[in-house]
């Protein structure tokens, strides 16, 4: 009888699920990092992931994947809302810009794309919000779970959702857009790799076929 009901209230749920338009489970979300090695992302983390999908242009199962598998990767599995090596010493010096930055402030990696250097923070910013506020206050990009997920998503529908291939399923040319410079010419192979590996796991997770399309980046 409960085994019944249990099953009757995962499929009304999923009926709501697919009513509303979801590309993604809960439980596929939460498999996609557990399989990676991650711990299990809170429901939270989740909802935020699935209402920021329609706001990116993301309409495909795919693409958020390889979003995904980017994100869990930039993050440490969603832990790493700054970048480790910058705890101790906030990296002053090593991401400036001039024109840009305010004095005190600084601009290591922060969210869940690790967004990076003033101008990235002042047009986040502006487009998101249509204010100055995150270069004044960079750190809450680390502090506000939904301002991590925000500039995440920001960066992919600027930066990463019209590169030549994406679109079209090729996860390298997601690699080449987010820190193409160093791991696709040759030196940093194995940090690409790995993405993709992550992303192969994410299909999986997804319920997608095959381990996807390498492309883009180192081949
Ligand atoms: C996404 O957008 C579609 C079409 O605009 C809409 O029907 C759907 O409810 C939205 N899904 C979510 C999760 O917001
Ligand atoms: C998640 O993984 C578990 C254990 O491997 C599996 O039983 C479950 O069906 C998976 N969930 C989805 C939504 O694929």
Redo the contacts with the bound molecule.
């Keep these: 009888m409960k085994i019944i009901g249990l099953a009757l209230f995962c499929s009304i749920f999923s009926i709501i699920q697919l009513a509303q338009g979801q590309l993604v489970?809960?439980?596929?979300f939460?498999?996609a990092s557990?399989?990676s090695g991650f711990p299990t992302p809170s429901m939270k983390k989740y909802t935020y992931f699935e209402s920021n999908l329609n706001q990116t242009l993301i309409m495909s199962k795919e693409e958020a994947a390889m979003a995904l598998a980017q994100f869990l990767y930039e993050s440490d599995g969603l832990r790493a809302k700054r970048e480790y090596a910058c705890e101790v010493d906030n990296c002053a010096g090593q991401y400036t810009t001039p024109w840009c930055d305010i004095d005190g402030e600084h601009y290591y990696g922060r969210g869940y794309i690790q967004l990076t250097w003033c101008y990235n923070y002042l047009a986040a910013s502006r487009d998101l919000y249509g204010a100055d506020w995150l270069i004044w206050d960079p750190d809450v990009v680390g502090r506000d779970d939904s301002v991590a997920w925000d500039t995440a998503f920001w960066f992919w529908r600027v930066n990463v959702h019209f590169q030549p291939g994406v679109q079209e399923g090729m996860f390298g040319a997601s690699t080449r857009a987010i820190n193409g410079a160093n791991e696709c010419t040759g030196e940093f192979n194995a940090v690409a790799q790995k993405r993709f590996r992550i992303y192969s796991t994410v299909r999986k997770?997804?319920?997608l076929e095959g381990e996807g399309d390498e492309r883009g980046c180192y081949n």
């Design positions: 489970t809960y439980g596929e939460k498999n557990i399989w997770a997804f319920g």
